[in-house]
C-alpha cells in the first residue's frame, strides 16, 4: 500500500541522502507536512492522512518551525497530534540517547506506540540525522548492525521509516560509511543540487 504513490510505501524502510546544505531536512519536512494532511506531494497522491514522528538531532530549536510555516500558512494545521517534531535541545543534557542503544531505541519505539494510541495509526518514523543520533563508527557495518536491526524490526511492527544521512565522498557515493546500512532499506533517495 503506497503512502506517496509510487514513492514511500507502507512497512519499508528509506534512506534520503546528500551533500551538506542541499535541502534534505527540508524536502523530508515537507514530505512529511503533506503525509500527515493527505495530500499530494511532486504531484503524487497520499490518499490517507498518517500521523508522523521527526526526531531532529541536528537543527537549531526554532528551525524545525521556521520550516514548517509555510505550510502551516499554505495548508493550515494538521489533524490534531499528527505532526509530532522532536528537537535534541529539549531532552535531557540537549540530546537523544545514542541510537545504537537499547534505551535509546525503546524511548523512541514508546514514543510511537504512544502515538499510535492517540491516532489509531502507526505513524511514520523520521530520523534525522544518523551521524547526530548516534556516535557509531560509520565505516565498520558492525557496529550499524544494532540500529539496521532495530529499523528491520520496527518495519515487521508496520513502522515506515526515514533515514536521513549524508552522502559519501565522490559524486556517485552513497550514504557515508559503511555501504551495508542501505542493504535492508527499500527505497534509497539521492538529494543533490541541481
Known sequence: ?????????????NFIVGPKGTGKSEFVIGMCCAITRGLTFLGRKIPYCYPVVYIDAEMYPTDPIDREKPYLNMWGDAPDNYFHMLN????DKQQFPDLVS????????????????LTGKKPLLVLDNLRSLSNYRENESDDWRPIGVWLKNLRALDVVSIVIDHHGKGDNAGPRGSSSKTDWANVSIFIKSV
Open 88 to 91: 535534541f535541545s529539549f531532552q
Open 1 to 13: 500500500t503506497f503512502i506517496i504513490e509510487n514513492l514511500l510505501f507502507d512497512k519499508s524502510f
Open 102 to 117: 537499547e534505551h535509546g531505541q525503546q524511548l523512541i519505539k514508546n514514543y510511537l506506540i504512544k502515538v499510535e494510541k
